[in-house]
């Protein structure tokens, strides 16, 4: 048994999908969530800008001592995974390879598309990854620039987001894909525009659900559950506007939201310069 929380992180409220489903998993764990809304996107930004942002955040909430790390964004993960294990002495897990082994197990005709951020697909770490379990696939990734900024923004249902989402769906459909990974932890807030644009053949993978459900092996595997007994607690930071991040978390979160407290981005890089 280990009491101590687990830090997770995001460029913003994309991750809270990650920690809606791990409050629903574990109750009994208590959460940070740190949102980078203040440098929010990442992904336009290059690997080596988002690998420092991600390494700030990794030591600052180690410093708050959490028993495991979850790298709740894509894009972070994809420029910056193997990179923060190398240097930090710490249990860490992200995205791309849960969801990767999901997709594998679930194609049929071995197509799989992937929406993702521009730096994600650029990374080419689910190419690597889903030809690392099936070196037969074909993998059509399909970078989605617009659509993450404006799911942060509140927006789920605009004509503008439906045009977007629309322009990034048919190429994936025209590829005759049988399976979607939404390789970005935003896009499950849009799930049933997403799935009513690729038709009801294409199953989706959520990568929020498939990083829960790591979290919960991890947990299991290495016996650091919390006493299952008990309710757990969680937390928010975020580098930007306390209130905009209050607003659109709660709507995304779909829990109550509460202890939102900001933390400066000058104290993140001080902390990653040390
Ligand atoms: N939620 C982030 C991801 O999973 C990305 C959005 C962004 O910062 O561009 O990739």
Request: overall charge negative; proline content about 6%.
């Amino acid at each position: 048994m280990d009491p101590r929380p687990i830090g997770m992180f995001d460029s913003g409220v994309g991750g809270l999908t990650v920690l809606h489903e791990c409050l629903v998993a574990q109750p009994q764990e208590d959460f940070i969530y740190l949102g980078d809304t203040g440098r929010f996107p990442y992904g336009p930004r290059s690997i080596e800008e988002i690998r420092s942002f991600a390494l700030q955040i990794a030591s600052h909430l180690l410093a708050l001592d959490v028993k495991l790390l979850v790298v709740a964004c894509n894009s972070a993960t994809a420029a910056a995974l193997p990179w923060l294990q190398e240097r930090l002495d710490a249990a860490i897990i992200g995205a791309v390879h849960p969801e990767s082994e999901a997709a594998v197990q679930t194609t049929r005709n071995r197509r799989v598309g992937v929406m993702a951020t521009e730096a994600t697909v650029a990374s080419g770490s689910y190419q690597r990854a889903l030809l690392g379990l099936d070196a037969g696939l074909e993998v059509h990734p399909q970078p989605c620039p617009s659509l993450a900024s404006m799911i942060q923004a509140g927006d789920v249902s605009s004509p503008e987001l439906v045009e977007a989402a629309r322009s990034y769906t048919a190429p994936l459909k025209q590829a005759g894909v049988d399976t979607v990974v939404l390789g970005c932890t935003h896009y499950p807030l849009v799930t049933p525009m997403l799935q009513r644009l690729l038709g009801k053949g294409i199953k989706l993978i959520n990568s929020a659900r498939e990083i829960a459900r790591e979290v919960g092996e991890v947990l299991e595997r290495k016996g650091i559950e919390n006493d299952p007994g008990r309710e757990g607690e969680y937390s928010f930071l975020c580098t930007g506007d306390v209130d905009a991040f209050v607003e659109v978390g709660a709507r995304f979160l779909q829990m109550p939201f509460e202890r939102v407290r900001r933390v400066e981005i000058d104290e993140l890089e001080r902390i990653g310069t040390r």
